[in-house]
């Protein structure tokens, strides 16, 4: 991640006054819903399930030809989860997670555009124990979204965005119990924020 970060930097600076003009900027809040990190049946269905999450993303993208710019964006969430077996559910604590995710923007019609891009999500739990007993993990995203943006000041935009991406989640510990395939994980998240550019 860090070197993704650093190589975006490094051409921003090398590309002068001009480029850095280009850059647009956004920043958004909002939320975040996720399908079960495991779902398994032995003799009862055990699973466990992320609660809604408070997410903010950060984003900047330059222009890469006339309709069309490569960004990169950040997305923090912090978000309760517990485990549910037959009619118990328990508590587990607080879980963060931290993606990176370089991608490409273009126009749709009128307001509307897309983006898709690939990255790196992290898992940053609070407590080590249970499936995390070994520490958090980071899983390969990848994932798409729509964006509405809408002028509301000089060189500002209220901006709102839909997304969705989908990893693969396991962790040491799972792995040491003997879970040794992945389970597929996909995040819808909805946000509203503003966006400054040169548009």
């Given amino acids: 991640m860090r070197a993704i970060v650093a190589v975006l930097m490094i051409v921003a600076a090398a590309a002068g006054p001009r480029l850095q003009a280009q850059v647009e900027y956004n920043a958004r809040l909002g939320v975040t819903w996720a399908t079960p990190l495991i779902r398994d049946e032995i003799v009862e269905e055990v699973e466990l399930r992320q609660k809604l999450a408070p997410t903010l993303s950060l984003g900047a993208s330059l222009p890469i030809a006339p309709r069309y710019r490569a960004g990169l964006e950040m997305m923090l969430t912090s978000y ?46 609070k407590d080590e124990r249970g499936i995390f007993l070994r520490g958090g993990t980071t899983r390969f995203l990848a994932g798409a979204g729509v964006d509405f943006r809408r002028p509301v000041w000089s060189h500002w935009e209220m901006m709102v965005s839909l997304g969705y991406d989908f990893h693969r989640f396991t962790t040491e510990e799972l792995q040491g119990r003997g879970f040794s395939q992945s389970q597929g994980v996909q995040r819808i998240s909805a946000a509203v924020g503003l966006a400054k550019g040169s548009r």
Avoid: K, M
């Fill in 80 to 125: 309760g989860y517990r485990a549910s077996e037959t009619a118990t559910s328990t508590d587990l604590g607080t879980l963060r997670t931290g993606s990176v995710t370089l991608g490409l923007h273009g126009p749709i019609a009128a307001n509307f555009g897309w983006r898709a891009g690939a990255g790196l999500l992290g898992y940053w739990p």
